[in-house]
């Protein structure tokens, strides 16, 4: 089965079209890196990915869910809030800028959703909100707040909050972009260990190292089309479009 499947989006914002009839599929524990030019639609398309942003054409099915498709009219549906709001709970997502709460621990912070969201009780989360902590290396930090954290260490914190909602997929825009270099190292070993446990991942990134040693496929899009996708080889050695060349010379 396929966790994501999307075909033809397309999307504007007003007279600017972002996505151009875009189509990906991804399987269960595969691990898709995109990349390309700031401004090509990377973000936007995660976004509408998991209804942050609504597509204007286009069918988005996760898990074999539909989330969105043309009605009979043409018009692009959505799901029924209900059923809408669990697809998307299907992916959990990191962003470039952290996002956590500056008022809760770290600790509250991994558990402020499946609390609130899922009504799980405190005592049956806090045993697993800890051992993801471990997992990214910080469960020491666990009473801590987050201004009192490295960038690094918030944006494993962030690794470990989308966690504990139990995605099946994770979807990651830019998670090391915001990061000095010397702190994109523990963010990236946190990812690499998430894809070693077959996680089903969607990784946007600039950091083609990590493109080439973890995922499985790589996809570069450009001005909201994908131009080229293949595995990493194929993309990193020999790109076989002059924009994909092109980009990858100006990233050396
Ligand atoms: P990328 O992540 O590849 O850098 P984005 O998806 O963020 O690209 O943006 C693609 C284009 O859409 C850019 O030109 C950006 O300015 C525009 N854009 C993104 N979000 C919005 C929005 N909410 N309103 C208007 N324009 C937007
Ligand atoms: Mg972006």
């Known amino acids: 089965m396929q966790m994501i499947r999307a075909r033809d989006i397309h999307k504007s914002f007003h007279k ?24 090509s639609g990377k973000s ?18 996760i898990e074999g869910e539909v989330l969105a498709a043309p009605g009979p009219d043409g018009k692009t549906r959505y799901a029924p809030e209900e059923q809408a709001r669990r697809i998307c709970r299907k992916m959990g997502m990191v962003f470039q800028q952290f996002n956590l709460f500056p008022h809760l621990t770290v600790l509250e912070n991994v558990i402020e959703a499946p ?26 930090k666990r009473d801590s707040y987050p201004s009192r954290l490295s960038g ?17 997929i994770m979807l990651f825009d830019e998670p090391t972009s915001a990061l000095d270099p010397e702190l994109t190292g523990e963010v990236l070993r946190a990812m690499r260990q998430l894809a070693e ?26 001005k909201g089309e994908i131009i080229e996708a293949g595995t990493p080889t194929e993309i990193f050695s020999r790109p076989s479009h ?4 092109a980009f990858l010379n100006n990233m050396l």
């Not at 600017?16 to 401004?39: D, M, Q, T």
């Not at 899922?118 to 005592?123: Q, S």
């Open 16 to 39: 600017l079209e972002v996505l151009r009839g875009l189509s990906l599929e991804v399987s269960k524990g595969e691990v898709v890196a995109i990349i390309g030019p700031s401004g």
């Open 44 to 61: 936007t398309f995660l976004r509408c990915l998991n209804r942050l942003e609504t597509i204007d054409r286009g069918t988005i099915e």
């Open 115 to 140: 609390l609130v969201v899922k009504g799980v009780k405190r005592e049956d989360i806090v045993p697993e909100a800890e051992e993801l902590l471990r997992k990214v290396g910080l469960l020491d």
């Open 152 to 168: 690094g260490q918030k944006q494993r914190v962030a690794i470990a909050r989308a966690l504990a909602m139990k995605p099946d």
């Open 197 to 222: 446990e077959h996680m089903t991942m969607l990784v946007v990134t600039h950091e083609m190292a990590f493109a080439r040693e973890v995922a499985n496929r790589v996809i570069f899009m450009d």
């Open 242 to 245: 002059p924009r994909t060349q």
